[in-house]
């Protein structure tokens, strides 16, 4: 488990200073993205509505999730989840349940009716850890380049 979980705080990164904070685990996941990138990223999707959550343990950040509010006709009002990766250092501490709890939370706040995301087929680790968390697999994902 993280190290007091009296030290562990998470709140939305809201500022550049918080996004540069975050970026570091966030590039775990998405490795394509140089700091440049990831900023500007942000910026353009956050007028779709796209939040990043991050998780400080003291003074380090040692999870990040990017999500957003939708509404589906398949589903209704829902959080998706486009992005959740704890720091490789401190995987499997405790600290990625701890974010998804509070995403958990947040998405019942809101008055959403589910939790969603996709993950990559190769991402076993990942798969386990959601279905840890109750999550359920309900469809398969499809896609095709369009460039």
């Not at 190290?3 to 975050?22: F, N, Y």
């Not at 990017?66 to 959080?79: A, D, N, P, W």
């Not at 401190?90 to 709890?101: I, P, T, W």
């Not at 190769?122 to 309900?138: N, P």
Request: aromatic share 10%.
């Amino acid at each position: 488990m993280p190290r007091h979980e009296s030290t562990v705080t998470i709140r939305k990164a809201s500022t550049i200073g918080a996004l540069k904070a975050a970026f570091p685990v966030m590039q775990e996941l998405r490795k394509h993205l140089d700091l440049d990138a990831f900023l500007n990223a942000v910026s353009v999707q956050r007028k779709e509505g796209y939040e990043i959550a991050a998780l400080w343990d003291g003074d380090h950040v040692r999870a990040v999730a990017g999500y957003r509010i939708m509404h589906m006709l398949v589903s209704g009002k829902i959080m998706y989840v486009d992005d959740l990766v704890t720091t490789a250092e401190v995987r499997d501490k405790g600290y990625g349940k701890l974010l998804f709890a509070w995403l958990y939370r947040e998405a019942k706040r809101l008055g959403c009716e589910r939790v969603d995301l996709d993950s990559g087929v190769h991402r076993y680790a990942a798969h386990g850890f959601y279905c840890g968390q109750r999550m359920a697999i309900t469809a398969h994902h499809f896609s095709i380049d369009v460039s």
